[in-house]
């Protein structure tokens, strides 16, 4: 029989016998809605050394708040354990997220331990940049493959304005500057335009990325969480986006280069590279999604707009095997039924959901 647990932080553990899985012993897993689990997210840190508007806003993560304490996160080789089961369940992708996932210490012996894994195709991690030109050579070294940097503005003015920080973009601009030149290529660098806050800056950013011959992707504005003040008036369309690069670019669409993935992409046609844009409110993309999530202290997400997760850690502190553990993963995704952007497009969300510096993007 299977039965669940509730834990001090509101997760679900999954407490059962050993059941046959569907998707398990040589199957492909897949959920009901028949999405395999292929990518999967894993946050090292809540803590961040920003408090981007949109993520943290200082008035709720400031200096009074209950962040993560080090003996609740996941050691190294228990996150090493828990993803290698996650790779025998058919996840090939993995992407460390945080917080800012360059504030865990010793980052490139992780890096090393997952690298050695079989059966990862490819690792790569999100940050906000700052950190990267100390650690890009390390990271590179260690056998971090592709990097992702934030970046939502490039005048001073309004890049302190959305991440709420006296530092000026150059610190974001240099971390491009060190990721490229440590070879963590392709690097994408990640945009969230809101209405009235900053989206007058998609031309600039797009122009820059085609000078500097990094990927940008514009992100819409999303209500991950409930603490960054989301209103549906402050999202910038896809569709307005593409008209806009198009009148400076002349752009066509790619084709997706496999399933699951989440950027619509365009191509200049004068051959300096592509553009992509990731849809989530106007173009809802749930049923190819193939992402899981895991949180520093181990709960396993099924969606970005999940209220709460399952607690692995749980799992693996209380002694189970890994027989036990791949069962209850996979017990946990063969259940999943998520598709939260279709629910928001036909009504909305509703109730609580986990913040997005929690889980990571």
Known sequence: ????????????VMMRDHVEVDGVDGQRLTDR????????????????????????PREIFGPDHAFLEREEL????ELTRVLRVFVDLGVSKLRLTGGEPLLRRDLPDLIAMLAALDGVDDIALTTNGILLPRLAPELKEAGLERIT???????????RAVADTPLSVQAVLAGVDAALAAGLT??????????GVNDDQ????????RDTGVTLRFIEFMDVGTTNGWVRDKVVPAAELVERIKARWPIEPVAPGRTGEVAERYRYLD???EVGIVASVTRPFCRTCNRARLSAIGELYTCLFAASGHDLRAVVRDGADDAALRDTIAA?????????SELRAEGGLSGPRVEMSYIGG
């Not at 998609?202 to 990325?209: F, N, T």
Request: net charge neutral.
């Open 1 to 12: 029989m299977a039965g669940y647990r509730r834990t001090e932080r509101g997760a679900e």
């Open 33 to 56: 809605l028949g999405r395999p689990v292929e990518d999967l997210r894993v946050s090292l840190t809540d803590r961040c050394n920003l408090r981007c508007r949109y993520c943290m």
């Open 74 to 77: 996941l050691s190294f080789e």
């Open 149 to 159: 940097v934030s970046l939502d503005a490039l005048d001073d003015e309004t890049f």
């Open 186 to 195: 392709p690097v994408k660098v990640n945009a969230v335009l809101q209405r």
């Open 202 to 209: 998609a031309e600039a950013l797009a122009g820059w990325a």
């Open 271 to 273: 051959g300096v590279g």
């Open 332 to 340: 946990i995704w063969s259940a999943r039924t998520d598709r939260a």
